[in-house]
């Protein structure tokens, strides 16, 4: 069985991030899904946006590109967070450089949630929505908290008849938890940071990890089981396994960091009745070895790299 290959917000080195355009380009691709970011407004709307404040770089208003210090969406209602056109990176920025092959498109607002899954019913085929639910559990007044994001966030996949195919995903396990309880037959795959983050030395700069005192922090908070997003089930409780705490919290699924995908890792998560997907796979050699490995489902800004038949 090949593994399902989702397009991280839709294919975001192909197509604008986390817009219709590309999940309908995702769903055009025949990818088996597409991976997106929702927040709430400070209406209550869930809507689709990777960071907490608007993104530098990709939002702009009536014609002029925002600047920093921008606005946290949670601050914003719906119909402030339509005046935004993130359909083009502005020319010369570090995210314009950084998504050089993106097909931009101008007219592009932020979408609802509701809005993403009428894309995805356009599918001939099953198309799997992974929804990363955004909170900050470093920050609690930069999102909506994760125990509503994940109420919200249950009420339109329920709503809109799409639970069948929906996967929660996020790094706050607090509102997947939530979303269990609310609806124990959604699945939920707990997303988990980068390993070497938490080891010894320092980590790769592949590895993206954050500032030293963001990091030692991470460290600190994981080795004295009281990381605030594990909500009681920091791995050094069960084991030092982030696996076995995954199952005990209630997870379906175990979404890593790719390069923390191994044979032994696969293993213990089949032992312990759990799927597998990982996040971001970005090259193909790297897309192919991970499903040598037996994972379920590949998250990539590149889905039109993968050359094996998808699943279904």
Sequence with gaps: MQPWIIAHRGGAQLAPENTLAAFT??????????????????DG???????????????????????SPTALVKDLTLGELRDFDVGRAQPGSTYAREHAAVA???GEPIPLLEEVIAVAK????????FVELKTSFADSEASAG???????????IEEHDYANCAVFVGFDWRG?????????????WFTSLPSSWFGEGTPPPEDDPPPGPALQMLRLWARTGTSPWAAGHDAVRHGGS???????????GWFPYWRDVTAAAVREARILGLKIGCWTVNGADAMHAVAALGVDAICTDRPDLWSGRTGS
């Design 25 to 42: 380009s995702a769903v055009h691709r025949g990818c088996d899904g597409a991976e997106l970011d929702v927040q709430l407004s400070r």
């Design 45 to 67: 709307r869930v809507i689709v946006h990777h960071d907490f404040r608007l993104k530098e770089g990709l939002c702009r208003r009536k014609g002029r590109w925002i600047v």
């Design 104 to 106: 931009w498109r101008d």
């Design 122 to 129: 356009t599918a001939p085929k099953p198309f799997h929505l």
């Design 146 to 156: 994760p125990e509503e994001l994940a109420e919200r966030s249950v009420a339109a």
């Design 176 to 188: 997947l938890i939530r979303a269990k309880a609310l609806a124990p037959h959604v699945r939920c």
């Design 242 to 252: 982030i696996i076995a705490a995954i199952k005990a919290a209630g997870g379906d």
